[in-house]
């Protein structure tokens, strides 16, 4: 029998609905290159996005047509995830730290129509638009004063785009499972795969990421997204707002400049900010340069790649910011799990909440996940036992985008692999010691480099670690640290292996510590492991 409720679709022109009715007054507030501080309200950013909704459709865009963003997070992106989904069409958000080549596969992969492009991008934008047959036009994140001199094609600003057109605009009624989005992964292994997110998943989403337990977003919280737009709908973070009637800041370009975020901070009140490990040491050092305080956040989530024990508790001790860990994936949209206690571990001493408090964190509810061995057979939730990661829910991706190719990333049972190992404890708790290529096994067991990575970071004199497996005669495969150190500070083998030595087990000790003058990143900020093992590739241990 089927129940008797009404068939209302999910779909994010109801959050933006339900934010213009119930949160119009609520502020939105952003750096952009034009403006330091624009700030407007919800109400008024819906306007324009009805503006916006009329200027796509009048300029022809068709129900499920790619539009391109290469942006920051400011006012005006906000808008175009709306102005874009709501008509039906597709915000393809790319990252502008990619590299050309890839840029230019993404574009042409996804047939972009239009791009909206910040004026702080338009210089390398031009430099492959040649190579973007398809792209029909350019409109510029801008107002016409503030327009670069530009010679990509059928330029014009976003101000002049929207301007003429009407606040009044009719969304249509769309089916939930229309696609509003598309977000390619940074590809460090082959090409840029497309994820293509509809509109019930990012309601779901929305719904379970603002709920408490998660991120527990409401009326009473300042959020600051340091996490960017462009990278998996900034976690969720330009729908949980709207939804939740929370205040929203954004900083633009100054994402990686402490002393925008500091300024931001104080002065809009943030309680709540989110974003990966590198974005904190870039503020954490400002803060320590400067003095300056951070007095009205309360909470961050920390994610995209593990959270050095020393960030959280520099932010906890000298800042009074609390510190969740969290895990997700592009193809997860990307929520998986957040860290927060449950109540009989408060009772614990603070190592043993930090040991927990270190891990990826709890499902957050939505996700199912699992830990299998080899043969595909599920492994116990003991905290011990180590495998590969699967997960299966409404909002982790099917398929990826025109892969031209069946993915083999699903098994029979609709899980998803999601490359990454590790364990998961009775209490619900996953720990992740690994990426599946990222695995060092030696003498058959294996070797976490997150481990091992987060204990020698926390030295004094390290600015930043990573760990490969190099081969070994005899066991297979031993740990080389490589290490980038602070300015100004001498960090030799034998002083960094005897700050690892109680830190981690005797034999995971790693055979080698190098030191070099910068680690290569990920457009997203993440190690880029397999450069580092290029680089490496003719290392050999010295005998003992
Ligand atoms: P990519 O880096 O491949 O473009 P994502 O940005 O989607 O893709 O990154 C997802 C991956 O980042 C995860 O599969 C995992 O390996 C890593 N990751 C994310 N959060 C964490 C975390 N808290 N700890 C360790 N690894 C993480």
Redesign the pocket.
């Known amino acids: 029998m089927l129940g008797l409720m009404m068939d209302r679709q999910l779909t994010i022109t109801s959050i933006m609905e339900h934010a213009d009715k119930n949160h119009p007054n609520a502020e939105i507030v952003s750096v952009t290159c034009d403006n330091p501080r624009h700030r407007y309200t919800y109400a008024g950013a819906f306007r324009r996005t009805r503006r916006l909704a009329n200027a796509l459709v009048d300029y022809g865009v068709q129900p499920g047509d790619r539009i391109a963003t290469l942006a920051w997070n400011d006012y005006r992106h906000f808008e175009l995830y709306y102005g874009i989904a709501g008509i039906g069409a597709v915000t393809h958000t790319v990252n502008p730290r990619l590299f050309p080549e890839q840029i230019t596969y993404i574009v042409n992969h996804a047939e972009d129509r239009l791009i909206f492009v910040d004026p702080l991008i338009v210089a390398s934008l031009e430099k492959i638009s040649k190579d973007l047959p398809k792209v029909e036009g350019y409109i510029v994140l801008t107002d016409d004063e503030h327009m670069p001199d530009t010679n990509l094609k059928n330029a014009q600003s976003y101000e002049a785009f929207i301007g003429r057109h009407s606040a009044e605009f009719d969304w249509p009624e769309l089916d939930e499972k229309t696609a509003c989005s598309l977000c ?5 292994t082959g090409n ?1 795969k497309g994820i293509l997110y509809h509109h019930r998943a990012m309601v779901l989403h929305t719904l379970i990421g603002i709920s408490p337990g998660v991120l527990d977003l409401s009326v009473k919280d300042v959020v600051l997204p340091i996490v960017p737009m462009f ?2 709908n900034a976690w969720g973070l330009a729908y949980g707002p709207p939804a939740a009637g929370t205040k929203l800041v954004l900083p633009g370009p100054r994402m990686g400049d402490g002393e925008t975020l500091q300024a931001l901070i104080e002065e809009e009140g943030v309680t709540f900010a989110a974003g ?1 490990p590198t974005v904190w040491l870039a503020l954490l050092k400002y803060l320590s340069d400067s003095g300056k305080a951070i007095k009205t956040l309360e909470r961050v989530i ?6 050095p024990l020393s960030i959280m508790q520099e932010l906890e001790d000298k800042h009074g910011v609390y510190v969740h ?8 949209s ?1 929520l ?2 957040v860290n927060t206690l449950k109540p009989e571990m408060l009772k614990l001493s603070r190592e043993e909440q930090y040991a927990i408090r270190q891990k ?2 709890r499902a957050a509810y939505g996700i199912e996940m699992k830990i299998v061995d080899d043969d595909n057979r599920e492994l116990p939730r003991d905290g011990q036992s180590t495998g590969l ?1 699967k997960v299966r829910g409404p909002f982790i991706c099917s398929d990826y985008y025109k892969l031209g190719e069946p993915s083999d990333v699903h098994d029979d049972e609709g899980w998803f692999s ?3 190992v590790g364990n998961i404890d009775p209490e619900g708790y996953l720990q ?1 010691t ?2 599946a290529k990222d695995v060092i096994k030696s003498g058959g067991e294996w070797i976490s480099s ?1 481990e091992l990575e987060n204990a020698a970071i926390g030295h004094p004199g390290v600015a930043e670690a990573a760990v490969i497996g190099v081969p070994h005669p005899k066991w297979a495969e031993r740990p080389l640290l490589i290490i980038v150190r602070k300015e100004g500070k001498d960090v030799s083998k034998e002083e960094m292996l005897d700050w690892l030595k109680d830190k981690v087990a005797k034999w995971w000790l790693p055979d080698d510590v190098v030191c070099i003058d910068e680690i290569p990143h ?3 900020g ?1 190690i880029q492991k397999m450069e580092l093992r290029k680089r490496f590739r003719n290392y050999t241990f010295q005998p003992d």
Do not use: F, N
């Open positions: 390619y992964t940074s590809g460090t840029p990278h998996v990966v920390i994610g995209g790649s593990a959270c860990h969290a895990w997700g994936m592009t193809e997860m990307p998986g799990t990826q964190g990661l999601t490359s990454d992740l690994d990426r997150i990920t457009a997203t993440k």
